[in-house]
């Protein structure tokens, strides 16, 4: 162990994590040839096999790979704090920030937020995360996210812009269709959102839930051309064209938009920049996204 590699760790936790050579190349960032060679390397280095090789399935960690996924980890933690505690003093606002947020809003919140941070600040690097799954902040996988939720982790520095407020959209047709009291009608909501799909057969039992999916894009773009009603944040539904929000229907009270960042990284010049010019933006926003119910919609809405 002499010459003990932290990166022969990094590839070691990547592939436990992911499960293949593939996955842990995407991760990292590197080809798979290099994840391979590391491997094989650290494996030769402590003479003993740390996966089981599996084509075309998931790696799976042996009984000494599992003794080691503990020390691992504890590694990673204290890497990544020592990074955080290098940035955390940092008065710079050069450099890179990457910044996390669902897919859920990017068109309509963070897209026109993050648009204005970097017209303002050229001199920043930014990398914009798309994901459906929380990044972790600790781990530095980003340095802000704009999240949606109830509650937010203790290690952040997190501020709540609003809630986001949901409602029932659907093309003029099929929202025609129930108020004539048609029923059956054809439903698409969330794979992700117990909490909203129970709302939703409570406030219309007499539909038909008939598809589900974990992306915005698609439940607009179904009910966009008809195939579907659909529940939607009101910052997307109001903006669409082809969708009318049903208005016998009250809206519901959705989970809290926020921004955060690792409190460590509070005294981060860039960090703290594009933080609060993320709040500043969005509260701008605020009417758009907790809609009082009884407020007009957008004009060029589709009602």
Known sequence: MHNFDWDDIRVFLAIVEHGSLNQAADYLAINQSTVSRRIAALEERLDVSLFERKRGSRWAVTPAGEQMLESAEKMNDFADAISRDVLSNSTDVRGHVTVTFAEVGT??????????LAKQYSELSLTLLVDPNPLNLAAREADVAIRIGDVMPDDVLATQIC???????????LHERYRNGEEGLPVMTWTVDDKLTQWLQAVMPNTRLMYRSNSSVAITEMASRGACIVPLSCFEGDRAEELERFEEIPIMAG?????ISHADLRTTARVRLVRDTLVEQLMLERD????????????????
Do not use: C, F, H
């Open 255 to 259: 989970p809290g938009l926020w921004v």
């Open 288 to 303: 758009q996204i907790e809609v009082d119910p009884n407020a007009p919609r957008l004009e060029g809405s589709g009602a």
């Open 163 to 173: 809630t986001a407020s949901v409602a029932i959209y659907g093309t003029p047709e």
């Open 107 to 116: 068109r309509y919140i963070a897209a026109p937020a993050l648009g204005e």
